[in-house]
């Protein structure tokens, strides 16, 4: 990441400075009308602004496609310079630029309304590009797989339920025909592992220690027959008969269905403690640091995938904890997949395993590695990759 911030900061400071330097050589040394001056400057820095930022800068992160739009970039830049260049010329005579400190301070009061007019317009446009590409669903063939759908169950501390679960997502999910139920024991001490074989689970991944919902819900994924595979929470919080929905949309040619708690159908029999709430609220609002999209709900625990867009996501992701999910959506993202939210039925217990407090501060620490890892190229594919994704 470093070495992408260096290469931002360094392009940036040399435009900011070359504008600045030449609105004041213009109107100092020529005695250009400070309109005329400040168009002149904007125009040079705009254009060593898109060159350097698009040869020298960035890769391919998908906060920064701006870089291979120049007819986007032109229209921003115009439209964001003509802010800069209005508000010098309304401070130009309180200030009276003739004079090198006033004009000084003129130019920094417009290229930081500018620049913040700027960066809004872009991240705009980008959510606009995003969401656009989302909703289309990519014609592709059947995903791989040997069952219709694997459900992925990560679990701590559940030996007393497990087998209930078990039970009762096959009894709701028999319309589907077999249903693949992977078990992943993310450390417990209480014997979920064996009890999730005494129930009936096809397969049970034992983690040796205690990682993370996140690594325990990329284990199953990793290992999942199913041609389409999903994940819920062991507590079933969403009554398992919802998954047939997510699979319905799979099929129908979606990439990626995730459930929302907030969408406008979705239905809440036991609402959640104020505090988690809230939380959760905020969290979403952080999540703008790594997501252009604006979810109404990243963290729902239903998701559901295409087998092989469920490998691809998984096979990259890195997240161990309870931000993972906001990982899967800046990696669809990335990737170009489609995606979809739905509704959901939500049941909410008490049995949650998330600390409102430490886990909170955890999250949003995730959100930076994600950015991170995005900024350094973690997240690139190889070539063959490319090719199980839509043009």
Wanted: with cysteine.
């Amino acid at each position: 990441m470093k070495r992408y911030l260096h290469r931002f900061a360094a392009v940036g400071g040399l435009v900011t400075a070359i504008d600045v330097v030449v609105v004041l050589a213009l109107r100092l040394g020529t005695g250009m009308p400070v309109v005329l001056a400040d168009a002149i400057a904007i125009a040079v820095a705009g254009f060593l602004s898109y060159g350097l930022h698009r040869w020298f800068t960035f890769t391919d992160d998908p906060f920064v496609r701006w870089v291979r739009e120049p007819a986007t970039f032109t229209t921003i830049t115009v439209a964001a310079g003509l802010v800069d260049v209005l508000l010098l010329r309304v401070l130009a005579v309180p200030l009276d630029t003739h004079r090198f400190w006033p004009l000084l301070l003129a130019k920094a009061i417009s290229l930081a309304v500018a620049g913040t007019l700027r960066m809004y317009s872009y991240r705009r446009l980008l959510f606009e590009v995003v969401r656009d590409e989302q909703a289309r669903r990519a014609e592709r063939g059947a995903p791989p797989g040997d069952v219709r759908l694997s459900v992925v169950i990560p679990a701590y501390g559940e030996a007393f339920n497990i087998g209930a679960v078990i039970t009762r997502l096959r009894q709701e999910l028999a319309p589907a025909g077999h249903v693949e139920v992977i078990v992943v024991d993310d450390g417990s001490k209480d014997g979920t592992a064996d009890a999730a074989r005494a129930g009936g689970a096809d397969q049970v991944i034992a983690q040796p220690v205690n990682r993370g919902k996140g690594a325990a819900v990329r284990a199953g994924m990793l290992v999942a027959r199913g041609r389409t595979v999903a994940f819920t929470d062991a507590d079933l919080a969403y009554p398992p008969v919802q998954l047939l929905e997510l699979l319905a949309q799979v099929e129908a040619g979606w990439d990626m269905v995730v459930g929302s708690r907030r969408h406008v159908d979705t239905s809440t029999l036991v609402k959640a403690r104020r505090l988690r709430e809230m939380s959760g609220r905020l969290f979403n609002a952080f999540t703008l640091l790594v997501l252009l999209g604006q979810y109404r709900d990243t963290q729902c625990g239903i998701k559901a995938f295409r087998s092989d867009v469920a490998r691809l996501l998984f096979g990259h992701a890195t997240i161990d904890r309870f931000a993972f999910d906001v990982e899967l959506f800046h990696l669809a993202e990335r990737y170009r997949l489609s995606l979809t939210e739905v509704p959901v039925t939500l049941a909410n217990t008490t049995a949650s395993t998330v600390r409102v407090g430490p886990d909170a501060v955890r999250m949003i620490l995730d959100l930076f590695r994600i950015r991170r890892a995005g900024s350094r190229g973690d997240y690139e594919l190889q070539g063959d990759e490319r090719l199980t994704l839509p043009n």
